[in-house]
């Protein structure tokens, strides 16, 4: 059984604060790991840079992306998840400040799961959180990760 | 038309010749026997020529007058015309009768026939009916032959003339009567000249006063005798008047016409060449050498009134708009200067025609001819004509070459504005890119630093919430509120630029549609209240449905906001017709504003009540005037405080 990895892209380290901190309020204790910018997201998806020797059969259980990031952007990150055969299916959640329709519509076309405006209002924001986890991670039936198709 | 050195001498010449007429008339019947020779002279067939040279003659002139009378619709040539005739038809038997067989009497019938005739010119006033004018003349014809055969065949008929080898009592009376009757014809035709001046008259009269002559005079002869002769003469003189005439006439209509022929061509290839010539100044010299070519004048050329010439007949028409002729260039006094040189080129006479443009001169048409006087009335009034129409042509030719010139520029300035709006829609189209960037720049940017004030507030309210005190927890949530407040204020003006970003898609929209789904969401936001919808069904306009969906959404929103202090809340959308065009309105019972603010009613964050009074930023009115402004409509309201307000918009 594979570690339930969250994978967060953010590149705000406010919001990654804020982010875990909704995840420990709502007891989700899942190991999160985090990119801080498109590169580092890069380096994960193919164990290099910091993530040098990271098993790349073991795919996240989700993962949270920015889109507006440095280096490499959310949108082409998500690209190149979906491109690769082991990562191909994972779930996506775009978790970004805009709700611009161009963003949106992207979002979705390049093969994001689901689409969520972090609200200002932590409750909220702590409130989606607690959501998405109980989705993701426990109710979603997860695809046959890492065998090969 | 002004005539530079006009003659003005007046010939009184002519007046000679009838004078003389008479005087050698006089001199031959009074008894001055001294000396004048006296002799009898028999010779019939010289006198059988004579009378047949005359009879040919007047058949001539008779027919000529009564056609001439036809086509001119002259009365006088009609008279003179069937004596003419008459006379002739009996000259011609005289002529052939031998002195005995009715040779007197057919004479006799001739001049008191034609002098008849001739004093009945007097009548040229009378109206006579068409066929009588038809038909006189050859029943008169007929009736000189039937007496004339008759006389031919039984002389016995008629009264004797001769009495004795002397003409008798009859023949003188009957002769002397024709001779008065002449001169009758004869004053008519001196009193016609004297008032029309036309030499034609002037011949007439010198003819009939010599048949007249003729007739008087023949009492005092004998047959064969110096007198008979003499009048005889008169006779053939006045034939041979008529005879002239009758020729000058026939050449002068084929010089004419040869005349009339050259100026018609030389009329007909100017204006060709003021059809089909496209320049003006290729125009005038193809003109002037036509005139010159075909026209048969010795220079012709065109002088401007800016050319700042203005000298001779040129200058003088320029000025002046008038045509000037000058009939005589060797001997006009006013031509002195010119003279020599106009001379040594062989010009003898010259005109100035003005060509005119709305009653302006803004040039002269100059001709000059060989010949002396060259410039008659009808040649005047040809070349006028012409001159008319190089004015016109040239005058159409510089509206036209106007005209292109103008349509160039209208060309040229279309393309510069096309040229122009290309560029300003780039950089409409740049701005509206940068707008975007921006719009994406504040929604994405703006809003993480209010994630973190209202996220660590609301950590810190979590984390020490023990250790502090309810006033710091109280600005810590005002804190968190503010920062909320703003993150809808940032979400309320992207929303308000997206609006007038967006592409518009116009179709047919169902608004009634539109504001039934908007009241059930806002009936669905709350439900406990209990508010009276009233639409009017059925309603469709053309625009972009996401767009009016956004104004309707706003509008029906703040009446919904607006009313939920009242009880039996009614909010009403409909139609209604405002100068000719359709309307639609959302009344509501709600609190209502102060017209005074109304003019603030639709900027963006203007606001007529306080957040804690009614929720909301102030974008929705401006949104909404947006959407209906690009739509190409009005939108605008009436209000009052405590009874609600109305909001009206119209769409193109």
């Known amino acids: ?149 | 038309m002004k005539v530079m050195n006009s003659r003005q001498k007046k010939n009184y010449w002519f007046w000679v010749l009838p004078i003389l007429i008479i005087a050698i008339t006089l001199w031959n019947v009074l008894p001055l026997h001294t000396v004048k020779p006296d002799f009898v002279f028999f010779n019939e067939s010289l006198h059988s020529a004579l009378e047949a040279i005359g009879a040919l003659a007047g058949l001539l002139m008779g027919l000529f007058l009564l056609n001439k009378s036809n086509n001119d619709g002259k009365q006088h040539f009609f008279w003179a015309g069937t004596g003419f005739l008459v006379m002739a038809i009996f000259d011609g038997f005289h002529s052939i009768t031998r002195p005995g067989g009715g040779f007197v009497w057919l004479h006799t019938l001739a001049v008191l026939g034609g002098g008849a005739f001739f004093a009945m010119l007097w009548l040229s006033g009378l109206s006579m009916s068409n066929r009588a004018e038809k038909i006189l003349p050859w029943l008169m014809a007929a009736c000189a032959l039937t007496i004339s055969i008759l006389t031919l065949a039984d002389r016995q008929m008629f009264p004797l003339m001769m009495n004795n080898g002397q003409f008798a009592a009859s023949a003188r009376g009957m002769n002397a009567v024709s001779g008065m009757l002449f001169i009758i014809g004869a004053v008519f035709f001196v009193l016609q000249f004297i008032k029309s001046k036309d030499f034609e008259n002037f011949l007439f009269f010198l003819m009939a006063l010599m048949f007249g002559l003729a007739g008087i005079t023949f009492q005092y002869s004998r047959p064969w005798s110096d007198e008979w002769w003499f009048w005889h003469i008169l006779r053939l003189a006045s034939f041979l008047i008529v005879l002239g005439y009758l020729i000058r006439r026939h050449l002068y209509s084929q010089v004419e016409l040869l005349r009339v022929n050259r100026a018609l061509k030389m009329l007909s290839e100017c204006n060709q060449s003021l059809v089909r010539i496209g320049k003006e100044e290729e125009v005038l010299h193809t003109v002037c050498s036509h005139i010159v070519e075909i026209g048969g004048y010795k220079r012709a050329f065109v002088e401007f009134a800016d050319s700042g010439r203005g000298i001779g007949q040129a200058g003088l028409a320029i000025r002046t708009g008038e045509t000037h002729i000058i009939r005589h260039i060797q001997d006009d006094p006013q031509y002195a200067s010119l003279r020599e040189e106009a001379v040594k080129s062989g010009y003898s006479s010259a005109i100035a025609l003005p060509l005119m443009e709305n009653g302006k001169t803004f040039a002269a048409l100059n001709i000059y001819s060989s010949h002396q006087d060259a410039f008659d009335n009808s040649e005047v009034k040809l070349l006028s004509e012409l001159a008319s129409d190089v004015a016109f042509g040239v005058m159409a030719l510089r509206t036209q070459i106007a005209r292109l010139r103008a349509e160039k520029d209208v060309l040229t300035l279309n393309k510069e504005l096309e040229q122009r709006v290309i560029e300003r829609t780039r950089l409409l189209e740049s701005a509206n890119k940068e707008l975007e960037a921006f719009s994406y720049s504040v929604s994405h940017d703006l809003r993480a630093p209010l994630r973190s004030i209202d996220g660590f507030s609301q950590a810190i309210l979590e984390d020490y919430s023990g250790k502090m005190e309810e006033e710091c927890r109280s600005y810590l949530n005002r804190i968190r509120a503010a920062s909320q407040r703003m993150a809808q204020l940032i979400d309320d003006i992207l929303k308000l630029s997206r609006v007038t970003r967006v592409e518009m898609h116009s179709d047919s929209v169902d608004l009634s549609g539109i504001c039934l789904s908007v009241a059930a969401e806002l009936q669905k936001t709350a439900n406990e209240r209990k508010v009276e919808f009233v639409i009017k069904p059925g309603i469709t306009v053309k625009g972009d449905s996401r767009l009016l969906h956004i104004a309707f959404e706003n509008l029906l929103g703040n009446a919904w906001k607006f009313t939920s202090k009242r009880e039996g809340a009614r909010i009403e959308f409909g139609s209604m017709q405002k100068d000719g065009q359709p309307a639609y309105f959302i009344r509501d019972n709600g609190v209502g504003y102060d017209m005074a603010y109304s003019d603030k009613l639709f900027r963006a964050f203007q606001r007529l009540h306080t957040e804690s009074e009614f929720p909301g930023t102030g974008i929705g009115l401006a949104t909404v005037q947006r959407i209906i402004n690009r739509h190409g409509g009005l939108v605008w309201s009436e209000g009052k405080i405590d009874e609600g307000a109305v909001f009206y918009l119209t769409l193109q």
């Open chain 1, 1 to 149: 059984m594979a570690k339930k990895v969250i994978l967060l892209v953010e590149d705000n380290p406010d919001d990654v604060d804020l982010t875990l901190r909704a995840f420990k309020k709502n007891n989700i204790l899942n190991e999160i790991v985090i990119a801080r910018d498109g590169a580092e997201a890069m380096d994960f998806l193919s164990a290099a840079g910091k993530f040098a020797g990271r098993d790349l059969d073991d795919v996240p259980q989700v993962i949270l992306l920015d889109l507006k990031l440095p280096k490499v952007d959310g949108l082409e990150i998500l690209r190149r998840i979906r491109s690769d055969e082991r990562t191909k299916l994972c779930p996506v959640v775009i978790l970004t400040s805009s709700k611009e329709e161009i963003d949106l519509l992207n979002g979705y076309k390049s093969g994001a799961n689901s689409y969520i405006r972090k609200p200002v209002d932590f409750n909220q924001f702590s409130e989606a959180v607690r959501q998405l986890g109980l989705y993701w991670l426990v109710l979603n039936e997860m695809p046959p990760v890492g065998r090969k198709v």
